[in-house]
C-alpha cells in the first residue's frame, strides 16, 4: 500500500532535548515537504527537499533542520525544541518535484508537545 | 510573497443545501490554486486543483471551484452537502514550481442533518 509514514504519532517532551520526527515514503517519489499546522493558522511549510541531498527552506524553517540521504526518509530534527514548536507536524511526498499533474501524499500527522 | 485568505472559520449547512467555501489569494504572478480536505486525526487529500487550463474545475465527491481572476478568488462549492462532507478545508497556492505552498487557515465544516 502507497503511504507516507510518520513516526512518533504522538511525543511529549522537554525544553532543549533534542529530538527527530521520521518520515518514510514508500513510492519513490522525489519530492517530500515538512509542514505544522496550527489553530488559525492552517498549514506552514518548513522545508521541502526536490531529490537526495536536495533541500531548501519553506516559510517557517528558523528552530528545524532536515536531511535527505536516501529517497525515501526525510527526517525533521528539532535540535534545541522550545513550546512555541508545539505543534501537529505532517509530511507530504509527490512523485516529481515541478509536477503540478501529481498530487502530495501526506502522512497522518505526529503531534508534539514541548513542555 | 503569496497569501492566501479563508473566510470564515466554520461554516454550518443542512444536508441537502448548497456548500460554498470562500478563498481569496494574492500572489504576483498567475498562481496554481487548490482545495484540499482534513478529515479527523488525518493528512490532507486533494479536492481539485486550478493550473490554468479550465476556470471552473471539478473535482472529487461532487466538488468544483471556479478561478476568478478580477476577483482574486477560488472559492469551492458543492450543490448538495452530505453528512460525509463535514471536514475541515484548505485553500492552497502554489508557486509556479509546486515546490512551495502556502495554506489558508482553513474552514470547517458541519452539516446538520
Known amino acids: 500500500e502507497a503511504q507516507v509514514t510518520q513516526n512518533p504519532r504522538y511525543l511529549i517532551t522537554v525544553t532543549g532535548k533534542k529530538l527527530t520526527v521520521t518520515c518514510s515514503q514508500n513510492m519513490n517519489h522525489e519530492y517530500m515537504s515538512w509542514y505544522r499546522q496550527d489553530p488559525g493558522l492552517g498549514l506552514r511549510q518548513i522545508y521541502y527537499s526536490m531529490n537526495v541531498e536536495v533541500t531548501d527552506k519553506g516559510d517557517v524553517p528558523e528552530g528545524y533542520k532536515v536531511s535527505r540521504k536516501e529517497k525515501r526518509n526525510f527526517p525533521l530534527i528539532l535540535e534545541s525544541p522550545s513550546p512555541n514548536q508545539t505543534s501537529l507536524y505532517f509530511c507530504?511526498?509527490?512523485?516529481?518535484?515541478?509536477?503540478?499533474?501529481?498530487?502530495?501524499?501526506f502522512g497522518d500527522g505526529t503531534r508534539l508537545s514541548i513542555l | 510573497a503569496q497569501s492566501v485568505t479563508q473566510l470564515g472559520s466554520h461554516v454550518s449547512v443542512s444536508e441537502g443545501a448548497l456548500v460554498l467555501l470562500r478563498c481569496n489569494y494574492s500572489?504576483?504572478?498567475?498562481?496554481?490554486l487548490f482545495w484540499y480536505v482534513q478529515y479527523p486525526n488525518q493528512g490532507l487529500q486533494l479536492l481539485l486543483k486550478?493550473?490554468?487550463?479550465?476556470?471552473l474545475v471539478k473535482g472529487i465527491n461532487g466538488f468544483e471551484a471556479e478561478f476568478k481572476k478580477s476577483e482574486t478568488s477560488f472559492h469551492l462549492t458543492k450543490p448538495s452537502a452530505h453528512m460525509s462532507d463535514a471536514a475541515e478545508y484548505f485553500c492552497?497556492?502554489?508557486?509556479?514550481?509546486?515546490?512551495?505552498?502556502?495554506f489558508g487557515s482553513g474552514t470547517k465544516l458541519n452539516v446538520k442533518p
Open positions: 486550478y493550473t490554468s487550463a479550465a476556470t
Open positions: 492552497a497556492v502554489s508557486e509556479r514550481n509546486f515546490n512551495k505552498f502556502y
Open positions: 500572489s504576483s504572478v498567475p498562481p496554481y
Open positions: 507530504a511526498s509527490r512523485r516529481f518535484a515541478g509536477d503540478s499533474n501529481q498530487p502530495q501524499h
